[in-house]
């Protein structure tokens, strides 16, 4: 049997071989494992955006896109309805957005016009589809935020503030094309 | 005396000398302890190795809350059990190696135990079955408590308390024996 000088040794050589063991082992899974985890980090960055886009898009416009192309991702998306039935839709990005800054400067010409500012008129029963025969429902979809316009007689809406401009059907035609 | 926790507290703080002093202390005695289990001293002093180098390798895994001693004697138990476990096959000895691990365990004998009471009584628990012995060994001959007895040995104090009872009658009926036969 050794003394326990030579047994004193032989601990920190075995200790020193097994802390070199491990420290390689430590590497090799470091080596093994980073490569994957950065592929893993690189696919969820490319993968997860796409998937939650279509997830979001396809959600929001389930009650008026009608189903037609489920799943598929519209950035800008124009519904227009006379009467309460479906008249066309828009679902060129391009186009939709163009009418929207059409019908958008509409609203800021005449807000100019009047000193800056557009009384809001509470009275939506006055435009209200259900009580006009020529009543259009305009709803556009940009960028996942919806806004609808009610064009009734001469008058346009924007649903969402309440304001009011006068524009004949001819000029929103021009502006959008129906 | 607290069983090398000082020691270790001075060799985590960077004392080499310290770890001296642990072995100086501790080392043999748990060399004799796994022979217990193992019947051979240089396995046994193998595992008393390894069991050694463990506390340099993993500083933090000891807590500080049983004494070095019954932490390293846990250790050294469960090393020695994986050892048989793994070495279960007969293995034969030559007659001189057997000669030489005989007079090595002498050797270890006279190192741990000075009494020679003690001796009779080393002698009279290898008689005994193992559990048993290695139960005498820990409060017997490493003064250890029942509650670290009871740790190093993963059973409750109560049945250490009881395989203490039943070695006691079993060891006075050996040495009755002997005296007997000496007469």
Redesign the interface.
């Known amino acids: 049997?050794?003394d326990?000088n030579e047994?004193?040794a032989?601990?920190?050589r075995?200790?020193d071989e097994?802390?070199e063991i491990?420290r390689r082992k430590l590497k090799r899974v470091l080596y093994t494992t980073l490569p994957v985890i950065v592929c893993v980090i690189a696919g969820a960055a490319i993968i997860l955006p796409n998937t939650l886009f279509v997830k979001s898009d396809s959600e929001k416009p389930n009650g008026f896109m009608g189903g037609d192309e489920p799943g598929v991702a519209e950035e800008a998306f124009l519904s227009v309805e006379k009467n309460g039935e479906v008249l066309m839709r828009v679902t060129d990005s391009e186009d939709t957005r163009n009418s929207y800054n059409g019908i958008s400067e509409l609203f800021e010409a005449k807000a100019e016009s009047s000193g800056g500012t557009i009384s809001p008129e509470i009275g939506v029963g006055s435009v209200d589809g259900d009580s006009n025969p020529d009543c259009y429902t305009f709803t556009f979809l940009i960028d996942g935020e919806e806004e609808r316009f009610v064009l009734s007689g001469n008058t346009l809406k924007r649903v969402s503030t309440g304001e009011k401009i006068t524009v004949s059907p001819e000029r929103l035609e021009e502006i959008i094309g129906f | 005396m607290d069983n090398g926790e000082s020691s270790y507290r001075r060799f985590l703080d960077g004392d080499e000398s310290a770890f001296d002093d642990i072995m100086n202390e501790l080392f043999r005695g748990l060399v004799f302890f796994v022979n217990r289990y193992v019947c051979d001293p240089y396995t046994a002093e193998d595992i008393a190795i390894d069991v050694f180098s463990e506390l340099i390798i993993h500083k933090k895994r000891y807590n500080f809350k049983s004494s070095l001693k019954t932490y390293l004697y846990m250790l050294g138990r469960s090393r020695a059990l994986d050892y048989l476990k793994h070495n279960k096959k007969l293995s034969f000895t030559e007659l001189s190696d057997a000669h030489n691990i005989a007079d090595e365990e002498m050797l270890l004998e006279e190192a741990v135990i000075k009494d020679e009471r003690k001796k009779a009584v080393n002698e009279a628990i290898l008689k005994l079955p193992e559990d048993m012995q290695i139960a005498v060994h820990l409060v017997y001959f490493e003064d250890m408590t029942y509650d670290d007895a009871a740790k190093v040995l993963k059973k409750s104090k109560k049945q250490v308390d009881n395989l203490l009872y039943r070695a006691k009658k079993e060891l006075r009926i050996i040495l009755e024996e002997e005296r007997e036969l000496n007469l």
Request: with cysteine.
């Open positions: 049997m050794r326990l047994c004193k032989e601990i920190f075995r200790s097994k802390l491990r």
